[in-house]
């Protein structure tokens, strides 16, 4: 069974601070596709990222960087200098690899940016 | 190039009765998938469908139930609904074609169904 968990559910910081979002994930596949999503309040979720389970290496775009760590089952996310347009609902989620997909998602982290 | 789209924006329904929603993929995409995202919760799986068939499903009634058409548009069907229904209604499109980048969803506005 996969599991994702997003302890924060919500975290305000104001405009220009550096946030982390965690994300902590289970799953009993030895190859797996981690992603990050965010949602806007119109609804429509927006795809981060999609990180391989055997790819390490950390990532960074633009303002956004992400920490992937196996060995403790977590795959952060980090925004630099937060703008106000970055408020949303940040999802989590964790696929398995190969065949079908049957993405989970977290609970999601609300982020609150106030200028 | 346009996205994924879905219909309608928002419903009604009353307890018992049956709903259909729908879904476009995004052009060059073969593979829906559909999702239920609860008030303040995570969208959670429904299932998926690849070449007209359900290829994996999630823990969701028989009540719930699919389609895909040979334009790959699916539509996701719910029978005898519960007030617990209520909720956004997330279609995701994808392509398993080669040279498409695998396992990238992209999703549509979502249908907002109420059930009273």
């Known amino acids: 069974a996969q599991k994702v968990t997003q302890a924060q559910t919500e975290i305000s910081v104001v405009e220009k601070e550096d946030v982390t979002l965690d994300c902590v994930y289970e799953t009993r596949d030895t190859t797996y596709y981690l992603f990050w999503y965010k949602q806007p309040p119109s609804g429509e979720l927006v795809f981060l990222i999609r990180?391989?389970?055997?790819?390490?290496q950390n990532e960074i775009s633009g303002r956004y960087s992400w920490n992937f760590q196996k060995s403790t089952s977590s795959f952060n996310f980090t925004i630099t200098a937060s703008q106000v347009v970055d408020s949303a609902v940040y999802f989590c989620?964790?696929?398995?690899?190969?065949?079908?997909?049957?993405?989970?998602f977290g609970t999601g982290t609300k982020l609150q940016v106030i200028p | 190039d346009a996205g994924v789209t879905q219909s309608p924006t928002h419903l009604i329904k009353t307890r018992g009765q049956q709903v259909t929603l729908r879904c476009s993929p995004k052009?060059?995409?073969?593979?829906v998938s559909w999702y239920q995202q609860a008030l303040g919760q995570g969208p959670q799986f429904i299932f998926q469908y690849y070449e007209e068939e359900e290829r994996q499903r999630g823990n969701f009634p028989d009540r719930f139930s699919g389609h895909q058409f040979p334009n790959y548009s699916s539509e996701l069907n719910v029978n005898a609904l519960l007030l617990g229904d209520s909720a956004l209604y997330l279609c995701?499109?994808?392509?398993?074609?080669?040279?498409?980048?695998?396992?990238?969803?992209?999703f549509g506005p979502g249908t907002r169904l109420t059930v009273t």
């Open positions: 052009s060059g995409h073969d593979t």
């Open positions: 990180r391989n389970s055997f790819d390490e």
């Open positions: 995701a499109s994808s392509s398993r074609t080669s040279g498409a980048i695998p396992y990238e969803q992209y």
């Open positions: 989620a964790l696929s398995p690899a190969g065949g079908y997909q049957k993405v989970t």
